[in-house]
């Protein structure tokens, strides 16, 4: 007897992976570069996962510059795009034992707020260790198929009744 025959869909995974230096200026440069390789891979200026990768991408290299900055260090931005089904951001620095951890932060307080926005934005998201040192911060965004829509609004916002965590909607021609 012969086995059926499946056909695999074909997956190609765009990568994109640049180092900075620990200043606010490499972190506003890492966010302009992001969103000028989205723009690339067709995800246009001021579409919905671009201005959500975006607030990602700068709350992630802002936290790796105000707190996994060691002197004379860089940190690593890598963008990963499964075009229809995945967009991760991967931000790395070299400070290995300062990890993060979500919080409420205090009425008063001026900072504390940066991965509320992560965990609200992101459709999940993950520290892990980087060898040979440091820690990497992942945020992975679920694309939705072409006229999907997510539970994001836009510019960002939560629809009232959604969750908050995404799933994209995009539409990617070639």
Wanted: glycine share 12%.
């Amino acid at each position: 007897m012969a086995s059926p025959v499946t056909r695999e869909q074909t997956v190609t995974v765009r990568v994109f992976t640049q180092r900075f230096s620990s200043t606010p200026r490499g972190a506003r440069l890492a966010r302009r570069l992001a969103l000028h390789q989205l723009d690339r891979w067709r995800l246009p200026y001021g579409s919905e996962i671009s201005d959500t990768t975006g607030l990602l991408v700068a709350e992630l290299v802002a936290n790796a510059v105000t707190h996994g900055r060691v002197p004379g260090r860089d940190f690593e931005l890598t963008l990963a795009y499964t075009p229809g089904l995945r967009l991760r951001v991967d931000v790395s620095d070299t400070r290995g034992e300062r990890r993060p951890a979500p919080g409420a932060p205090g009425l008063l307080d001026e900072g504390g707020r940066g991965l509320l926005l992560v965990e609200a934005l992101a459709s999940r998201w993950a520290v892990l260790d980087r060898v040979p040192v440091g820690k990497t911060v992942r945020a992975e965004l679920d694309l939705g198929e072409v006229g999907e829509v997510g539970e994001i609004g836009e510019r960002g916002t939560p629809r009232p009744g959604g969750t908050g965590r995404s799933t994209v909607g995009c539409a990617v021609t070639d």
